[in-house]
């Protein structure tokens, strides 16, 4: 059962936030888990986060961990807010969204579903220029 899902969690590295459950169809087991489940994911797909709460603590990440500079040039975070659901949507508007390293993006990833979970759902985070 452990190697299996380890198997499982191998292969899709990439999608660290979705729950699995193993199942048996001969016996039913643990089927009753699944929907229960299904209705848990649809919520946090549907969560709405204000942007007075994203901003306290993506600000506290930035405080935590700064990004990088690129040739001198610091990125600036000026604030984030959430856009839609099904699935959550983020807009990050920053100075230079080049000076954005996709493993800042996962960071900031990481810290929004450590303090809201959104269980079983992708995030999607689009960097956008201040004009």
Not at 65 to 73: F, I, L, T
């Amino acid at each position: 059962y452990k190697k299996l899902v380890d198997e499982v969690r191998n292969s899709l590295a990439f999608m660290t936030y979705a729950p699995i459950i193993p199942i048996s169809v001969l016996s039913g087991q643990r089927i009753d888990k699944v929907l229960e489940e299904i209705v848990e994911v649809n919520e946090f797909r549907n969560l709405r986060i204000s942007t007075g709460v994203l901003n306290d603590v993506i600000n506290k990440a930035v405080l935590m961990n700064q990004p990088r500079s690129v040739k001198g040039k610091k990125l600036k975070i000026f604030y984030v807010s959430q856009v839609s659901v099904d699935p959550p949507k983020f807009i990050m508007f920053v100075n230079n969204k080049d000076l954005m390293h996709f493993s800042y993006i996962r960071y900031i990833e990481n810290t929004i579903r450590d303090n809201f979970l959104f269980k079983g759902t992708p995030l999607m985070i689009e960097m956008k220029n201040r004009e």
